[in-house]
């Protein structure tokens, strides 16, 4: 598959309130397909994903997606947001709707569809990750890994072209972290443009297109699984990888 490229960091720095340097001049691409990004804890991995859709703004530099400057005043942000959504280490889920009406919600509120075709919509994703049966379910119902499959399934129903994923399976117990990956990687095979922080390394060398390495907001490295896992050339990726596994 043809990869292109989509998201563009120009010479990025975020310095948070309390002076923290999270990302330090930092400057990559990010194409369509899937891309991973590893790094050790506190390093910028959530703060680089966090400005691909600008829930941070930059302290300096530019984000650029299809070649638009995200950041520039004109820019349609909630149109964005809907093209580029977000699945978070804690699911982020209503608690008091029900697990349709979760997933209807921005279909209605944000997309302006009919009650019905987002019903249609949301019951054709509950499909997809296989709990049309939890539909009538609260989230307080359901086991961590369903949640989890909730907002994947929830995040598809925008029809967005890019998918976020912050340490979609960190909150996980070892059994329900199967159930998420097996629905990831079914959105990878099915082309799903997918842009991951995680852990889980096997996932990564088996399906990341490309590997980000990053370290103190800066990027160590990139490469194919095969460059990163097989034939790291930097030390801090080499230290990053023998301490995890
Ligand atoms: P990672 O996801 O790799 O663990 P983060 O992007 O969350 O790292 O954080 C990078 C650095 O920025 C850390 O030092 C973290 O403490 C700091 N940081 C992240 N978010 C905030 C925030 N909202 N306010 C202040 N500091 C933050
Ligand atoms: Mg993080």
Do not use: W
């Not at 307080?140 to 929830?154: E, V, Y």
């Not at 095979?189 to 995680?198: A, F, H, P, R």
């Not at 103190?216 to 095969?226: A, D, P, Q, Y």
């Amino acid at each position: 598959m043809m990869k292109n490229k989509l998201f563009e960091l120009k010479n990025v720095t975020k310095v948070f309130k309390n002076s923290i340097i999270a990302i330090d001049d930092l400057s990559i691409e990010i194409n369509s397909g899937v891309t991973v990004i590893i790094g050790p804890s506190g390093s910028g991995k959530s703060t680089v994903l966090r400005l691909l859709n600008l829930l941070e703004k930059p302290t300096s530099g530019q984000v650029l997606y299809n070649n638009e400057d995200i950041t520039s005043k004109d820019f349609n942000l909630s149109n964005h947001r809907m093209k580029v959504t977000m699945v978070f280490q804690n699911f982020n889920l209503f608690p008091h709707l029900t697990v349709l009406e979760n997933l209807n919600i921005a279909q209605i509120d944000v997309l302006k569809k009919t009650r019905i075709d987002a019903i249609n919509t949301s019951m054709q994703y509950l499909d997809r990750v296989g709990l049309t049966d939890k539909a009538y379910s609260y989230p307080n119902q359901l086991s961590g890994g369903q949640k989890q499959r909730i907002a994947i399934a929830r995040a598809l129903c925008m029809n967005p072209d890019v998918i976020l994923f912050d340490e979609p399976t960190s909150a996980l117990d070892p059994e329900m972290i199967k159930e998420v990956l097996l629905v990831m990687r079914e959105l990878a095979n099915d082309g799903m443009t997918m842009i991951i922080v995680t852990h889980e390394m096997n996932f990564a060398k088996s399906f990341a297109d490309e590997i980000l390495v990053i370290d103190e907001g800066r990027l160590v490295e990139r490469g194919s699984s095969n460059d990163i896992f097989n034939n790291p050339k930097n030390e801090r990726t080499k230290r990053f990888l023998d301490n995890i596994t």
